[in-house]
């Protein structure tokens, strides 16, 4: 038997689903696309209830060792395999989309610096607080920031957190218990949907 065979049935079948999902989607992909879920975390149904969005995690698709990576800024930010990615969101749905003119700004010189700047973010700590610091990053301020330093693209709307809908009490549960008292309303934010819904990104899968 085929060993690439082999470890597709020997896979859990969510896993496997996912890695079948990973293969057939393969041809169409680019180095540089988004990816977005909704993440089954603690904080997922916080973020969907205050951005009124189901997608609370992204992500971008790169190239490594032949294979579909995901930089994303889990604890810490890492790149995770693309097929494991999509098995941890939930019911494995998940959006890519693209730069509305990548063919003329992704160039293979422009995808390298991409990579290049993210992995310089490797091993960053998750940021909890949604601050704006390079110190520590949560997944859409690193995509963002990425593809700002390198395309000078600004891939959705920055916030202020009192934007946001914080009147659910799952959002104050949670921003209690992160911030207590003194919530920073004033700081800079960049949710997942903001980038999702940008009009310079085109939908792919």
């Avoid at 890695?19 to 180095?31: A, D, G, N």
């Avoid at 604890?75 to 063919?103: C, Y």
């Amino acid at each position: 038997m085929y060993p690439h065979i082999k470890r597709l049935i020997q896979r859990p079948a969510g896993r496997m689903q996912a890695e079948l999902t990973t293969l057939r989607l393969s041809l169409k992909l680019h180095e540089g696309d988004l990816i977005f879920q909704t993440s089954q975390s603690a904080q997922s149904q916080a973020i969907q209830l205050a951005t009124h969005s189901p997608y609370s995690h992204c992500g971008m698709l790169l190239r490594q060792g032949g294979e579909w990576q995901v930089l994303e800024a889990v604890q810490p930010v890492s790149i995770t395999p693309m097929e494991q990615w999509i098995a941890r969101g939930k019911n494995q749905h998940f959006v890519v989309k693209r730069l509305r003119d990548a063919d003329q700004v992704l160039t293979p010189t422009v995808v390298r610096r991409l990579r290049d700047a993210g992995r310089r973010y490797w091993g960053k700590p998750y940021d909890l607080y949604f601050g704006w610091s390079d110190e520590r990053l949560y997944c859409s301020e690193l995509v963002w920031k990425v593809y700002q330093e390198v395309t000078g693209r600004q891939i959705g709307q920055l916030q202020r957190l009192r934007e946001f809908d914080l009147s659910h009490p799952a959002v104050q549960a949670k921003l209690r218990e992160r911030y207590g008292r003194q919530l920073p309303l004033d700081e800079l934010v960049i949710s997942p949907v903001r980038m999702f819904e940008s009009p310079e990104l085109v939908e792919i899968r």
